[in-house]
Nanobody, 116 residues
Framework: QVQLVESGGGLVQPGGSLRLSCAAS????????MAWYRQAPGKQRELVAF???????DYGDSVKGRFTISRDNAKNTVYLQMNSLKPEDTAVYYC??????????WGQGTQVTVSS
């Protein structure tokens, strides 16, 4: 079964850090564009960060300088290191894979809550 499974979410205080993981299975994702999105209650899903198959990255303006996306193709896993977390980072975070031949795949999401 081809799937993406996110993990690493939870409750953290403002200023804290979390690392999210997205484990891909069922095929190789080394050629895919991998991304993290998030959706807060009552808001549209927004792009947080993406990483290309050759390692180029880009970030949403609200997370630049605080979040880092990376990938380990040997482990078929993508990571999102989140530092200096703010209450407004609270959302469900989704992993996404885009492949020109295989289409788009979403994970089930992991909840991140930033609160004191």
């Amino acid at each position: 079964q081809v799937q993406l499974v996110e993990s690493g979410g939870g409750l953290v205080q403002p200023g804290g850090s979390l690392r999210l993981s997205c484990a891909a299975s069922g095929r190789s994702f080394s050629s895919d564009l991998m991304a993290w999105y998030r959706q807060a209650p009552g808001k549209q899903r927004e792009l947080v960060a993406f990483i290309t198959d050759d390692g180029r990255t880009d970030y949403g303006d609200s997370v630049k300088g605080r979040f880092t996306i990376s990938r380990d193709n040997a482990k078929n896993t993508v990571y999102l290191q989140m530092n200096s977390l703010k209450p407004e980072d609270t959302a469900v975070y989704y992993c996404n894979a885009k492949n020109p031949f295989r289409g788009t795949l979403w994970g089930q999401g992991t909840q991140v809550t930033v609160s004191s």
